[in-house]
């Protein structure tokens, strides 16, 4: 069964006609299986062409923390190396080596205790190095377990409920019971005190998110390292953390250089991070790193000899391309810490001033403001019942702007929001060009005698 969006339209299982273009006969092409002959390449570029143009815009896409925007240069290179397969280093060597300079330099910013001797990898994104993450978490806990003559059975991994859909996988994959820390009231994701309590001798770690994706929020990563400190003093008990830093592990280092969330916290084993997202290359590259190579069990990683060469690999797919690698190399090369710090202070000033300016249109009241990843939540002020956040997703839509509308999990289903990710690409003058189209689309949903769009009847936005 192909997987597809619950709300899309079924188009008819028939022919449809060729456009008299290009002098081609007239003919019609099936949209369901293979036509029977060939076509020439223009017509099907064109074909597939006008299929896409009702496709969003992507740089109006406010609900993606996907990389939409980058230099020329960098598209080149990513053109020159997509023939190139990341898996055949022996056959790429330089592109290879890029890798291992990315590794390094992340290992550096993450401040690794033995950077030098780097341990990590690059991935198809970051959902792939958090399980790879989760997987070192579990063989290790495995491995304790047994060594003291303990059962290995029922392992269990400790996050806020607001964690991205990835660790769910995790949890399901590879039979890990998922422990779910729900929000209370005013607080959104996982608190320190909450960890511990949800832990046990058969937690494998906790998982702290730098960078919510529900409202941009870090998580207090070194107040959650102290608590399960404390919790060992109390119980022996040595339960390690992975940080899910997808978007935040390119943004704190470079904004916020005094909040300790990496490997100076010594319980943190692993990191992940998205360089498609904040690390400002398109879709699709994620880096897992460890603290050292103790950090990764030997036993995960495989060698395969028929490459040319014998060559270790941690992944969980095999093929793909190098280009997304490449182009991480050229922003490290090209930006460097300062360009990066620019770029992300950009964002942050843009999101902080958009939200600003949302707050003051009356109807909104901010969650989050985008003083920690570029990203903010706010919902309708308390009182407004004539009409939801999915019918403002749903009008401002109109103009071209996707703005997700969503509920919060649970323990806080009440909650409906809506979100803005700002991203390198979308600029002061956007963002005053959304404001205004807010300020023209307000006065429309004042009128509504009452809401016209819910959850089960928005544009189909998810968490």
């Not at 992507?58 to 080149?76: G, H, S």
């Not at 422990?179 to 001798?201: F, I, N, T």
């Not at 992940?272 to 699709?284: E, F, R």
């Not at 060469?309 to 050229?330: E, I, K």
Request: proline content about 6%; overall charge negative.
């Amino acid at each position: 069964m192909a997987l597809k969006h619950p709300k899309a339209h079924i188009r008819p299982v028939h022919r449809h006609p060729v456009a008299p273009m290009f002098g081609v006969e007239p003919g019609t092409i099936p949209r369901h299986h293979l036509p029977e002959g060939e076509m020439q390449p223009d017509v099907a570029t064109q074909i597939i062409h006008d299929e896409l143009m009702l496709d969003g815009n992507a740089r109006l896409n406010l609900a993606t923390f996907v990389t939409t925007w980058a230099e020329k240069d960098a598209e080149i290179l990513m053109a020159l190396c997509q023939d190139k397969n990341m898996i055949d280093k022996d056959e790429y060597p330089n592109t290879a080596e890029l890798e291992v300079r990315c590794v390094s330099m992340l290992s550096h910013l993450w401040h690794a205790p033995d950077a030098e001797l780097a341990t990590g990898c690059s991935t198809t994104g970051s959902s792939e190095a958090a399980m790879l993450g989760g997987l070192a978490l579990k063989r290790r806990w495995q491995k304790a377990r047994a060594a003291a003559g303990n059962p290995t059975a029922n392992p269990n991994i400790v996050m806020g409920a607001n964690v991205q859909v990835c660790w769910e996988k995790f949890a399901n994959y590879w039979e890990v019971e998922m422990r779910l820390v729900p929000m209370e009231g005013d607080r959104y994701h996982l608190s320190a005190d909450e960890a511990v309590r949800y832990c046990d001798e058969n937690t494998i770690g906790v998982v702290a998110v730098l960078g919510s994706t529900f409202d941009g929020s870090y998580e207090p990563v070194a107040e959650i390292c102290a608590a399960l400190d404390a919790y060992q003093d109390s119980t022996g008990i040595d339960i390690p953390v992975h940080v899910d830093g997808a978007s935040g592990a390119f943004v704190a280092p470079f904004l916020d250089p005094d909040i300790e969330w990496d490997f100076r916290l010594p319980r943190v084993a692993s990191i992940n991070a998205s360089g498609h997202k904040y690390g400002l290359v398109y879709p699709g590259v994620g880096w897992a790193i460890w603290r050292d190579a103790d950090a990764l069990p030997e036993d995960l990683i495989f060698w395969v000899n028929y490459l040319g060469d014998n060559m270790p690999t941690f992944a969980l797919n095999f093929s793909r391309p190098g280009s997304q690698v490449v182009v991480q190399y050229y922003n490290f090369l090209r930006l460097g810490f300062d360009g990066y710090r620019r770029v992300q202070q950009y964002a942050r000033d843009v999101a902080t001033h958009l939200s600003a300016q949302i707050a003051e249109l009356g109807p909104f009241e901010l969650l989050t403001r985008g003083d920690e990843l570029p990203v903010f939540a706010f919902k309708l002020r308390d009182g407004i019942s004539n009409y939801t956040v999915f019918d403002v997703s749903n009008g401002i839509r109109e103009n071209g702007w996707l703005v997700p509308a969503y509920t919060f999990p649970k323990n806080r289903e009440d909650l409906a929001a809506l979100r803005v990710v700002v991203r390198r690409g979308f600029t002061h003058d956007m963002a005053d060009q959304l404001v205004d189209d807010l300020k023209k689309l307000l006065p429309r949903l004042e009128k509504q005698p009452a809401p016209v769009h819910d959850q089960a009847s928005a544009g189909g936005f998810r968490h």
